[in-house]
């Protein structure tokens, strides 16, 4: 097994990304290259998907 793998949670890399967009904000290093449309894409649909109730949720209904 490779040492340097990990497993994320949603929430770390939730915060990951926060993180990270909060950091370029600050430099203000706001260039749009590929790189960041990427980062930008992936940000939004994390916060899209954890703003959604989970089909799973055990605390309450099934919907």
Request: charged fraction near 25%; include cysteine; charge should be negative.
């Amino acid at each position: 097994k490779d040492a340097n793998s990990a497993l994320l949670s949603n929430y770390e890399v939730f915060q990951l990304l926060t993180d990270l967009k909060d950091q370029r904000r600050e430099s203000g290093k706001m260039k749009h290259s590929a790189g960041q449309q990427n980062l930008n894409t992936i940000t939004y649909e994390s916060e899209a998907a954890a703003a959604e109730p989970q089909a799973n949720d055990c605390r309450g209904d099934p919907a």
